[in-house]
């Protein structure tokens, strides 16, 4: 029986849409699935890892297409319609509880694993606050700040970004608790006490599926849940529970000695010295020594190996002689697109910071270390 035939491109589109939140490996194989449902003129597709879910749908112009619904390895069958010449027209059959993939002389069954097995995620409650901002503004806050989380930290509230609306801005903040990142935009909401802890894994799918344009994203907060529609595609996922530090005493506010820096070259002179940098993660120091009109950039590794560069700056202060985490300089450099950075800093054994001259939208905190 011909469930539906179209053009291959509209059943990989959505498809590559909701894929990304898949494991091939699942505790419970039906999550290795994705969800197909087909309600006349509407092809509905739906994956979920227990605690995100990622729902889309193409119409297409009613036929002789079957209402249907089913599940069918999501990976599997993204490699197969991928494998597929573009343009090309696609049948779908369900044969003997398998699932019949058509096109030309190529032909490819599935398993089918029944659809309502299939853990679809429905929220109860009454949404406790609802919003709307372009893409592309979610998008610029999230990059500027999922760098900065923490990887499998037990302080699982560092695990995520903080999203939250305080004295009529929404802030994003993420943090390791060795270098914070803060980013903010204006808004018209009221509401101070709207706060979230938004999962690392979300904010990944949210900064690949979000667009770099002014189409509206609308989210609506939930007790334990929050729900982001945009672009015909709807993401639910469950936020982190618990109390977010207060970030606002990390940022530091008399670090009265400032220079300008080149985004670019910064960033090509810690390449270049990097080379010769430790190979441990946590170890990965550069020193900066910071001279009248001059920023001296040096890295040794374990060998005794020593690389050193140097940049022109504005600066006629005492010497100061910093070390920082060169992958935290990097991170920032690499994610935030701006042509210059602000540091600030107090003394050697202070936190420096480091923000984008005459705006207050953005803030980075890095703890000095010891080399």
């Given at each position: ?8 491109d ?17 505790t ?7 969800y ?27 036929s ?45 069954s ?75 935009t ?111 950039v ?10 050193y ?9 005492n ?53």
């Open positions: 029986m011909i469930l539906i035939k179209t053009n291959r509209n059943l990989i589109k959505p498809l590559q849409i909701v894929t990304g939140i898949v494991e091939r490996r699942q419970f194989p039906i999550l290795s699935n994705v197909i449902q087909n309600h006349d003129d509407e092809l509905r597709f739906l994956t979920s890892d227990s605690e995100m879910q990622i729902e889309t749908a193409f119409v297409h112009k009613k002789k297409n079957q209402n249907f619904s089913l599940t069918v390895p999501a990976k599997k069958m993204q490699d197969i319609l991928r494998s597929l010449d573009p343009d090309t027209d696609v049948s779908l059959l369900r044969k003997d509880e398998k699932l019949q993939i058509k096109s030309g002389n190529s032909q490819f599935l398993q089918i694993l029944p659809s309502e097995d299939f853990p679809i995620i429905t929220e109860e409650h009454e949404a406790t606050a609802a919003f709307s901002l372009p893409q592309n503004i979610l998008k610029d806050l999230l990059t500027k700040v999922q760098y900065a989380i923490a990887e499998q930290d037990i302080r699982y509230f560092l695990n995520g970004v903080l999203l939250s609306v305080q004295n009529r801005e929404l802030v994003t903040v993420g943090t390791d608790t060795h270098r914070l990142a803060f980013a903010s204006p808004t018209q909401l009221n509401e101070d006490n709207l706060s979230v802890i938004l999962p690392r894994k979300t904010v990944a799918e949210l900064l690949k599926l979000l667009k770099d344009d002014e189409a509206p994203v609308n989210i609506k907060i939930f007790p334990k849940r929050v729900m982001l529609s945009f672009s015909g595609i709807e993401l639910v996922s469950k936020v982190i529970d618990g109390q977010y530090p207060n970030f606002n005493r990390a940022i530091p506010t008399q670090n009265d000695k400032t220079f300008d820096l080149d985004r670019l070259s910064f960033l090509h002179v810690l390449q270049r010295v990097s080379i010769l940098s430790n190979s441990n993660e946590l170890l990965r120091g550069v020193r900066l020594l910071i001279t009248r009109d001059k920023l001296c040096i890295c040794k590794n374990a060998e005794q190996e020593e690389a560069d140097e940049i022109a700056i504005s600066y006629d202060g010497e100061i002689d910093y070390s920082l985490n060169i992958t935290y300089l990097m991170d920032l450099l690499n994610n935030v697109s701006t042509d210059t950075f602000r540091l600030a800093f107090a003394d050697a054994s202070s936190s420096v910071l480091i923000t984008i001259p005459d705006r207050d939208d953005f803030k980075y905190v890095i703890m000095p270390m010891r080399i």
